[in-house]
């Protein structure tokens, strides 16, 4: 989020202090992240030492912060994990939020200093440990498994019936209408496209694996001594392993990448139906967030430009364009 959520430096550093001990002599708001529920800060101690704050509304998805926990207490060096509170608790309620606490990591994300060969490779590695990872009952009975049924796609006509019924009488939402229109075609196609790959994906089964399920270069941070962390698992799932490998990009990098991974055949369908449906996903919160009269305008606005990002040369609509040139996707 772009701008600040209705809660006071104060009453975050109270929180940090009954919840996990922490004395905070400061608490900065980062605008950071793409997660239109969620806010980040800085918390710095008196001792100098600093954690990550997250702050969500409403309340989390448990596996989004247990499982991490798990990964963590496992060995998995590379995933940063919330720190359990005093208490034991994972989170904290705070007057319709919820607050938890990570390490801070002192790193640049991927996405803007790049990975080196030997990075890729300890990716992949860690990728098809991941994968490979069983959890206990209980636990994965708290995470998501793929049911192939785009979420994107009901989101995504209601708001080409609200774009089509009145235009929006502010600059940004008359700005969408616009794409909106210029890109109607794809859009209402990519909503059915996912719909019928979800149901032919369905139909036949695929083995589900443990999945970050948003595994970017944005989501991976490298710090000065060259060490990788993966971050933010909100979207953590029971899903083929193709839902994380779709992120893997072409040529030598992905080359490196399989070398730790191992040798694996993708299903071209199953990579064509995330294809699509990281599409309409995407349409569909990014359309929405231009329209959502509670966020603010430079969110809004970061929005709308994401928004006509997505028909890009290179870009979501593209890769699934290409995804359905395989002549074994029908």
Same mark, same amino acid.
């Given at each position: ?28 708001? @980062? ?19 600093? +954690? ?50 990570? *390490? ?10 790049? @990975? ?42 209601? @708001? =080409?019936? +609200?774009?089509?019924?009145?235009? /929006?009488?502010? /600059? ?5 209408? &616009?794409?909106?229109?210029? #890109?109607? =075609? ?10 019928? @790959? &979800? ?6 089964? *695929? ?18 001594? =060259? ?74 606005? #970061? ?28």
């Amino acid at each position: 989020m772009r701008e600040r959520p209705p809660i006071s430096d104060r009453d975050l550093a109270a929180a940090v202090a009954a919840g996990w001990g922490v004395a905070a002599v400061s608490v900065e708001f @980062l605008p950071v992240g793409d997660d239109s529920r969620a806010w980040s800060f800085r918390v710095v101690a008196g001792d100098g030492g600093r +954690q990550f704050l997250k702050v969500r509304r409403g309340p989390v998805d448990p596996a989004a912060v247990l499982v991490p926990m798990f990964l963590r207490n496992q060995g998995f060096e590379q995933v940063v994990a919330a720190v359990p509170a005093v208490a034991g608790d994972p989170w904290r309620p705070l007057d319709g939020f919820t607050v938890l606490l990570y *390490p801070w990591v002192e790193g640049v994300p991927a996405m803007e200093r790049g @990975l080196t060969d030997r990075q890729w490779v300890a990716l992949g590695r860690f990728v098809a440990v991941l994968h490979g990872t069983v959890l206990p009952p209980s636990l994965a009975a708290t995470v998501t498994r793929e049911r192939f049924v785009p979420w994107g796609a009901g989101p995504v006509r209601a @708001l =080409d019936r +609200q774009l089509g019924q009145a235009r /929006p009488r502010d /600059p940004l939402g008359r700005e969408l209408a &616009g794409l909106w229109q210029a #890109h109607r =075609d794809v859009i209402t196609f990519a909503a059915d496209r996912a719909e019928r @790959l &979800g149901r032919v994906v369905a139909d036949a089964g *695929p083995r589900l694996a443990l999945c970050h399920a948003d595994l970017h270069t944005a989501n991976l941070l490298v710090d000065a001594d =060259d060490r990788l962390f993966v971050v933010d698992w909100d979207g953590v799932q029971l899903a083929p392993a193709e839902r994380d490998l779709l992120f893997v990009p072409a040529g030598s990098q992905r080359a490196r990448f399989f070398d730790g991974y191992g040798p694996v055949t993708l299903d071209p369908a199953v990579v064509a139906y995330f294809r699509w449906e990281w599409v309409v996903q995407e349409l569909a919160d990014y359309g929405g967030r231009v329209l959502d009269g509670r966020l603010g305008e430079e969110t809004r606005r #970061h929005a709308v430009a994401e928004f006509r990002q997505l028909f890009a040369p290179g870009n979501v609509v593209e890769a699934a364009r290409e995804a359905d040139r395989r002549p074994e996707v029908s």
